[in-house]
Every structure is written in C-alpha cells, then in structure tokens.
C-alpha cells in the first residue's frame, strides 16, 4: 500500500498517510505528492486547494505532528482543514467516558453554590434558590429544586430537562432561557422541558421521550 493516498473530495481533497508507513517516508511521499497536484493546478490565483488529512490508525506524537505542520507549511496554496485520527489519546478517551457517564448529585446546594458536570445528571439533592446545577447533557429530577437548571451548558440543544420543577426560578438549556411562572407551568415527577423546532423552551411528558429525542431515547434504552 503507498504510503499517501489521495482521493478526491467534493471539495478538495483527502489525503491519507498509512499508519503501518515509515512516517519520514510518508512525510517524503506528502512533499511529493503536493508538488505534483502544485505542477497539475500552476494558476490557482487567490483560491487555495482544501485537504483533509486522515492518520488512520496512527496517533501521531507531538515531533510528528511539528515534522508534519513543517511539511504541509512548504505549500501554502493548500489549505488544511482538518488533521484527524481514528485513535483517541487518553485524555479524550477518558472525556468521552465521562461524558458517557450518569452522575448523581445528592448534594444540598445552598445559594451561591453552583456545580457543574459533563455528561447527564441525576439530580436528588436540594438546589436552594441562588443555586445552580449545571451538566452539558440531560439532567433528571428527582431532589428538590428551587434555584436555576441548567441542562445542555453550554451549546447542546439536544438535552433535557425531567422531573417536577415547581420550584424552581429558572431553567436553560443550552442558550435559551426560561423564568418559570408556576401559573402556567404545572410540573409534575413526569414533566419534560426540552427545545422545540424553534429553539425555545417546550414542555411535554417524559413518556413522549420518544418521539420528541429518538436520540436521547435510544441512549437511556441502552444504559
């Protein structure tokens, strides 16, 4: 298999650097494939070639990745838009596990106090008013909650919000905010506060889960 590969992309193109090549013969093999698409396309004028870069299954290391930045800076009429492996590092490995994960908060939060997790929360403590629970997914009430619930923080729309919110000030999700007037809003153990297709804050039941976030339905499906 050669070292570099390149396919052609609706825009651009995709080169791909073997993970099983001798990387310096790779870099060698980048150089002249570049100089070739160059000779190809001499009059690009101020347009520049678009390329995504794909390592597969190699994790490139941080004198790699300088050795690379060297390489693709020879030909600046390229613009790389991307650099991506299939293998996690460590940290984003154990990122995505957290995020994967569901916290339980059992906690009284008193006002001021403000916690933060990323990933869905179960919330079955007491959130004083001037208290904020934060988590990036979805968080689910089963505690008293008086303060501010904030679920999909800081820009996931997909969360959302489950339980009896009756005392509660405010909640968000994601950017959209919601002052709770209680004269409208009748909460109960089974209400669900999520955004709509006009990214505002709705409410149905949790049983409609469902057909209101397959996505989140099929997840809690599977834990």
């Known amino acids: 298999m050669d070292a570099v590969t390149l396919r052609g992309r ?9 993970a099983g090549a001798d990387f310096d013969q790779a870099l060698l093999a980048l150089a002249e494939l570049l100089t070739k698409i160059r000779q190809e396309q001499p009059t690009l004028g101020s347009d520049k070639i678009e390329l995504e870069l794909t390592t597969g299954l190699r994790l490139l290391n941080e004198a790699q990745e300088t050795a690379l930045q060297t390489t693709l800076a020879r030909f600046p009429e390229f613009q790389v838009n991307r650099i991506q492996s299939l293998v996690m590092t460590i940290e984003e490995a154990t990122a995505q596990r957290e995020a994967d994960r569901l916290h339980v908060e059992p906690n ?5 106090q403000e916690v933060n997790y990323d990933g869905d929360v179960l919330f079955v403590g007491n959130l ?57 809003n009748q909460f109960t153990a089974q209400s669900m506060s999520y955004i709509n297709d006009l990214h505002v804050i709705d409410y149905g039941a949790i049983t409609d889960l469902k057909q209101i976030n397959p996505k989140l339905y099929r997840k809690m499906k599977e834990q």
């Open 10 to 18: 609706k825009e651009g193109f995709e080169l791909n650097i073997d």
């Open 108 to 112: 009284v939060l008193r006002s001021g």
């Open 128 to 184: 004083h008013q001037g208290a904020t629970v934060k988590a990036s997914g979805s968080i689910f009430v089963l505690g008293e909650v008086a303060g501010i619930v904030h679920a999909g923080y800081p820009d996931n729309p997909e969360a959302v919000i489950a339980g009896d919110l009756s005392h509660a000030v405010q909640l968000r999700i994601a950017d959209a905010v919601e002052i709770l007037d209680h004269k409208k």
